[in-house]
């Protein structure tokens, strides 16, 4: 069988992810792998219509598909966007239509199960056979079980190509018809002069939805706010996954573009962030994505926290609910608030109007109180996998986030709460005990957990 590997890591053949398709060339040499290096070359694919033909032609030729990339910022690189969009601005989805295919990422499982959503919903629109996804750890091949089952996937992939077994799709169709959005009130004006607000955006045409929800935004203010549009911005291309910012936080493309002094001076020094966009093929543009892959140069440091974070989006946000927890996952990490998500959903200009003001009015109230809202399970559980791995193999290329971490006491386990600790120790001894056991368990647990917090509302009375 002939699979196109469509190779997402801008590493190219020296990828983490591209060793696991080499091991499943060695065995399975009976198949004919052609692989692509996507992310590596995007520029010129973008550039020279003949290379992204040969590409899309030995796709049609195909027997099966084989997406392959690296995690990056929640989803696929930027690199890897911006060639799904080229599908879809140069009319090639027939190409895809009815192949097999699997998606393969590598990573340290921070938030996979968003980007193989993300491109299981790419292939369920492009109307392929999608036959599932594998989430390889960075060094799964080291382990004869990593191996095993690597190799079970791959065969299970061939099989259900030459069998040609039945696929069903997951995710239904966008159809959207957005509202032409004309602001009809202006509102009363907030205004904090001591607090920064940033607008970032991609808008590319005037007269737009987004276009004029930027506008009736920043008429909300009585104090100046500025937009930033990341077309303007000079970014030179997106994340090259080469660690260099691992040492010291110094991006590899150094003073070759402005993006590291403008990361810095305008979105690090805000104090108020709002992000706006347009959805495009279930997220946003591939220069959004590129934005948020290039601050990278952070490294799994926070670089917004305690700021105030707000998105205006246009587009079908209710129909992408993979996108919200993305939006939402990158905000809270952030160590941010998220004071919320509007978007151009709504049944008239009026009610748009309204949140509109209703997001500045928050966001001043928000920045004036410092108020950032409790973590939930997205930045908890995204921490914590960055906290052990940045103490475990990844301390030396990331000695930057080392030096945070143990600055800012994110290595907290095993913990030292030594009180807690002997009364554990001591519990347990005596439930070893039938009669305590029945005592603790069928009588006191109940009361004893609300105790502590009785004595605060005592104190508060």
């Given at each position: 069988?002939?699979?196109?590997?469509?190779?997402?890591?801008?590493?190219?053949p020296?990828?983490v992810?591209?060793?696991?398709v080499y091991?499943?060339?060695?065995k399975?040499?009976h198949?004919?792998?052609?692989?692509f290096?996507?992310?590596?070359?995007?520029?010129?694919?973008?550039?020279?219509?003949?290379?992204f033909?040969?590409?899309?032609?030995?796709?049609?030729?195909?027997?099966?598909v084989?997406?392959?990339?690296?995690?990056?910022?929640?989803l696929?690189?930027?690199?890897?966007?911006?060639?799904?969009?080229?599908?879809?601005?140069?009319?090639?989805?027939?190409?895809?239509?009815?192949?097999?295919?699997?998606?393969?990422?590598t990573?340290i499982?921070?938030?996979?199960?968003?980007?193989?959503?993300?491109?299981?919903?790419?292939?369920?629109?492009l109307?392929?056979k999608?036959?599932?996804?594998?989430?390889?750890?960075?060094?799964?091949?080291l382990s004869?079980?990593g191996?095993?089952?690597?190799?079970?996937?791959?065969?299970?992939?061939?099989d259900?190509?030459?069998?040609?077994?039945?696929?069903a799709?997951?995710?239904?169709?966008?159809?959207?018809?957005?509202?032409?959005?004309?602001?009809?009130?202006?509102?009363?004006?907030?205004g904090?002069?001591?607090?920064?607000?940033?607008?970032?955006?991609?808008?590319?045409?005037?007269?737009?939805?987004?276009?004029?929800?930027?506008?009736?935004?920043?008429?909300?203010?009585s104090?100046?706010?500025?937009?930033?549009?990341?077309?303007?911005v000079e970014?030179?291309?997106?994340?090259l996954?080469?660690i260099?910012?691992?040492?010291h936080?110094?991006?590899?493309?150094?003073?070759?573009d402005g993006?590291?002094q403008?990361?810095?001076?305008?979105?690090?020094?805000?104090?108020?962030?709002?992000?706006?966009?347009?959805?495009?093929?279930?997220?946003l543009?591939?220069r959004?994505?590129?934005?948020f892959d290039?601050?990278?140069?952070n490294?799994?440091?926070p670089?917004l926290?305690?700021k105030?974070?707000?998105?205006?989006?246009?587009?079908?946000?209710?129909q992408?609910?993979?996108l919200?927890?993305?939006l939402?996952?990158?905000?809270?990490?952030?160590?941010?608030n998220?004071?919320?998500?509007?978007?151009?959903?709504?049944e008239?200009?009026?009610?748009l109007?309204?949140?509109?003001?209703?997001?500045?009015?928050?966001?001043?109230?928000?920045?004036?109180?410092?108020?950032?809202?409790?973590?939930?399970?997205?930045?908890?559980a995204?921490?914590?996998?960055?906290?052990d791995?940045?103490w475990?193999r990844?301390?030396?290329?990331?000695?930057?986030d080392?030096?945070?971490?143990?600055?800012?006491?994110?290595y907290?386990?095993?913990?030292?709460?030594?009180?807690?600790?002997?009364?554990?120790?001591?519990?347990?001894l005596?439930?070893?005990?039938?009669?305590?056991?029945?005592?603790?368990?069928?009588?006191r647990?109940?009361?004893?957990?609300?105790?502590?917090?009785?004595?605060?509302?005592?104190?508060?009375?």
């Open positions: 069988m002939n699979i196109a590997v469509l190779n997402g890591s801008p590493k190219g020296h990828s992810t591209m060793q696991y091991f499943i060339q060695k399975f040499p198949h004919e792998f052609k692989v290096n996507i992310g590596a070359q995007i520029n010129q694919i973008e550039k020279e219509e003949k290379v033909r040969e590409i899309t032609e030995e796709v049609r030729a195909s027997d099966g084989l997406w392959a990339f690296p995690l990056y910022y929640l696929v690189p930027s690199q890897y966007k911006r060639f799904i969009e080229l599908i879809w601005e140069r009319n090639v989805k027939d190409v895809f239509k009815n192949k097999y295919t699997v998606v393969l990422s990573s499982h921070f938030f996979d199960h968003t980007a193989h959503n993300y491109m299981h919903a790419i292939c369920d629109d109307d392929m999608y036959l599932g996804s594998f989430s390889a750890e960075m060094y799964d091949l004869r079980k191996r095993e089952k690597w190799t079970l996937f791959a065969s299970d992939f061939f259900g190509i030459q069998q040609g077994v039945p696929t799709k997951t995710f239904p169709p966008i159809l959207h018809q957005a509202l032409d959005y004309r602001p009809v009130s202006s509102g009363s004006k907030v904090n002069p001591e607090k920064k607000v940033l607008i970032l955006t991609d808008l590319k045409e005037s007269h737009t939805n987004l276009d004029r929800m930027i506008e009736r935004f920043q008429e909300s203010f104090d100046e706010v500025k937009v930033i549009n990341l077309h303007q970014i030179k291309g997106g994340c996954g080469c260099q910012c691992g040492y936080y110094q991006c590899a493309y150094g003073d070759q993006f590291v403008f990361y810095n001076d305008h979105v690090k020094t805000a104090d108020i962030l709002m992000f706006a966009g347009t959805i495009q093929d279930r997220y543009s591939s959004w994505k590129m934005f290039r601050s990278f140069f490294t799994h440091t670089s926290a305690g105030q974070v707000g998105w205006i989006l246009s587009g079908p946000l209710r992408i609910p993979n919200r927890q993305i939402e996952a990158y905000t809270e990490w952030q160590q941010a998220l004071v919320d998500i509007v978007t151009d959903e709504v008239d200009s009026r009610a109007d309204g949140q509109l003001q209703y997001l500045a009015e928050r966001a001043i109230r928000f920045a004036g109180m410092n108020y950032v809202k409790p973590k939930t399970f997205l930045s908890v995204g921490m914590k996998i960055f906290r791995d940045i475990g990844l301390r030396f290329p990331f000695q930057a080392h030096q945070f971490y143990k600055k800012h006491r994110l907290d386990f095993p913990h030292r709460k030594y009180k807690s600790r002997i009364i554990n120790s001591v519990l347990i005596l439930t070893k005990i039938p009669s305590m056991r029945k005592e603790i368990y069928g009588k647990m109940k009361e004893e957990m609300i105790k502590p917090l009785q004595k605060i509302l005592e104190k508060h009375e």
